[in-house]
């Protein structure tokens, strides 16, 4: 790509990417004064403008590669598929309205997950009541009209009503984003002109109110959803937001004087066709930046950026999931008694009108006997267009090979006797009244599942290594649940196509860069804001720590209005005048000391019963271990001052013994502390973990250094003779006679090899608190290992390293 620098301009804040993250961020900093550009990577879609054409559809994806910059970003992944969006609003273009909350009891603080490690989330729902009030107010959901005329026949709401009733489970309906009623308050009435606030809708058009046509999940075209565009967007642009679209985001990087530089491209939409890597790169200069550009682009744009953005959190590209996302369907519903066909027409209505609550262990509420105790869940109605039935009604033709041979039948005999009406009765017979979609409903399933994925870059382009294995029991209990309702409906459960391979399609990715309270916890604070990178922001779904567990979308703009409170108050206390050079955004706000991190990998075995490491490698009943650690000087200066030299450690312990992978609640390590002799130093770890049984384990495990030549350097620092103790065994106290097993662990060749990668650093002189580190540790090991002797007779300058004491 060629690089094109005279492009160069300056904003006080970049916002990248326009959807619930985004356009919240935009709006509250251009309301506030700041100069705002939003760049976003689709184009605008004003009502009318949506595909719906075979020709027009073949133009709706998001292929930069081909040259194709449409709405659907699809995305398949090893184990999943995922579907995003590309435009001006980004996923409220064609997400299904529904704005629920957060439950209060699913906010966890360390929660143990099934395959080991922890969901954590730094933040609770009173936090964010307030700002999901705010939210409210912008977008005015209200759930759907189920009792106005033109809106009271859609046979879906009292399907899953029924269903829920008959199973003893919550059914409510949810808010939907939606304008039913002419304005906030008025009377529904189908079709109606809507009201629009003071200025109007920065597309300049006239939106109606809900058709019940199903088309929400393809772009509305009458324009009744309450999209961001209608909404956030539109009143950022009033107070002087600067919205360009077909700009897409390639690289970011931090500058000496404070601020970020911001590579882009732009998709000249009458030049569509043109490969994206053969665009020119103009660059932009800001104060402060948003990225929102949803868990994929955020993620990448973080992950490309690494080597730009020293320091930045280990959890980069962890806590990934698909928010428990899942489709199945109720096929051929009956009536009460289960004689005749009933009615539940997908078609009419918006996508979702219903939701079914499935309770969670954490509730405290009564289980249920067709789903076993476990995360909780939400089950809603599935709706589609018109035309979709046709679809539907051709894909069940091979399984009803009856009604198709009837059809043949019928055919052959109008030919033989000439009868002019067999004909209209024959098709009418194949299409079976519409049967088939008219009884069929897709239920769609969300919920907590396991955020264990990991987002990394392969080739350059963006991978998810995730599958549904680490939420298997969720997925079990969810689909025990959507049966029990297909079933309440007296009709058949159908998995979807894609779970007979075990995959699912997420529309709710999350996690890639999460929040947290400490820089090995999170990439970001609580409020967004990147550890060691002050004025950089993440405001989208990739920051979630873990599943929202229903519709993500009013929780992510809620976190945004809440990081812009934050992000102001900052503003307003340093005002910072990066441009000037007098006061840069970095000296206002980065940490007056520097850290330095990296993370290192063990494997090696243990066995229970012994107390010598040494004995437990020769045991024949040995199993294996393996542990990950991220090991943390939270300030170099204290670090080198203090005799200790103590990093804090966290990270997981994993073997099947213990239950899986369990995490480090507690941990530490000591660099270099003295050692049984003068000559000898030790690498000490004592990590604290929780075996799945609740039992207390403690890890203590020295690395003995001792003098006795180069050649055992490697050894030394990379085996580890450990033993585990029964509870938590503080600092000084006897352990010898609570061991439960001993064991050793190494670290291999390709293992260092990685750890070398993993240093990161934060602070206002990061690269010299790494060089520093590293001249300590290096010259520690000189002393052990190549001590000088001082001189005198007989003086032969560094000491024979074949022939050092104890060696």
Known sequence: ????????????????????????????????????????????????????????????????????????????????????????????????????????????????????????????????????????????????????????????????????????????????????????????????????????????????????????????????????????????????????????????????????EVDYVRHDPTQEGVPADRLPVRTLLCDRLVLAAGTYGTSYLLLRSRRQLPGIGAALGTRFSGNGDILSFAVRTKDRHGARPSSVDPTRGPVITSTIRLPDDLDGQDQHAFAPPGRGAYIQDGGYPAFVSWLVEAAGLPQDAGRAGRFLLRQLAAHTVGDPGTVSASLAGLLDGGALSDTSLPLLGMGRDTPDGLLVLRRGALDAEWSTAGSAQHYARLRAALRAVSEALDGRYADSPHWLLKRIITVHPCGGAPMGRNQVEGVCDEFGEVYGHPGLYVMDAAALPGPVGTNPALTVAALADRACTRLLEKRDSATPTPSSGATSLASATYPQHSSVQFTETMKGSFARGLSDPRAAQRSPAREPLRVRLTLTIEDIDDFLARPEHVARADGWIEARGLGGRRPVTDGEFHFFGAGRTRDHRELRYRLFLTDSTGAARTMIGVKDLAPAGLTRIWPATTTLPYVLLEGHVPQGEDPTADIVAAGTLRISLPDFLRQLTTFRTTGRHSAAALARFHAFFLDELRRIYWPVRRAGPGHRGPRDPGHAPGG
């Open 1 to 260: 790509m060629a690089r094109d620098r005279t492009a160069t301009e300056q904003v006080d804040a970049l916002v990248v990417g326009s959807g619930f993250g985004g356009s919240v961020a935009a709006c509250r900093l251009a309301q506030a004064g700041l100069g705002v550009v939003v760049m976003e990577r689709g184009r605008d879609y004003p009502p009318g403008s949506f595909a719906r054409s075979p020709a027009q559809a073949a133009r709706a994806f998001w292929a930069p590669e081909a040259g194709s910059y449409g709405l659907f970003d699809v995305r398949g992944f090893r184990h999943f598929d995922s579907v995003v969006a590309s435009g001006l609003g980004g996923g409220s273009l064609i997400y299904a309205n529904v704005l629920l909350r957060k439950d209060e009891r699913w906010f966890v603080d360390r929660e143990q997950l099934p395959g080991g490690g922890y969901e954590s989330w730094p933040v609770t729902r009173a936090d964010l009541d307030p700002h999901y009030d705010a939210v409210e107010r912008v977008l005015t959901p209200t759930p759907y009209p189920a009792d106005h005329p033109g809106y009271d026949d859609v046979p879906k709401v009292r399907a899953m009503r029924t269903a829920a009733d008959r199973l003893a489970l919550q059914h409510f309906l949810p808010p939907l984003a939606v304008s039913f009623a002419p304005e906030p308050g008025g009377r529904p009435g189908i079709g109606l002109p809507i009201v629009e606030a003071d200025g109007g809708n920065l597309h300049g058009v006239t939106r109606r109110t809900c058709r019940l046509c199903g088309e929400c999940n393809i772009g509305c075209n009458e324009g009744a959803k309450n999209s961001l565009d209608f909404t956030y967007l539109s009143a950022a642009r009033q107070h002087g937001a600067d919205l360009r679209t077909g700009h897409e985001v390639r690289t970011i990087r931090p500058t000496a004087r404070g601020g970020y």
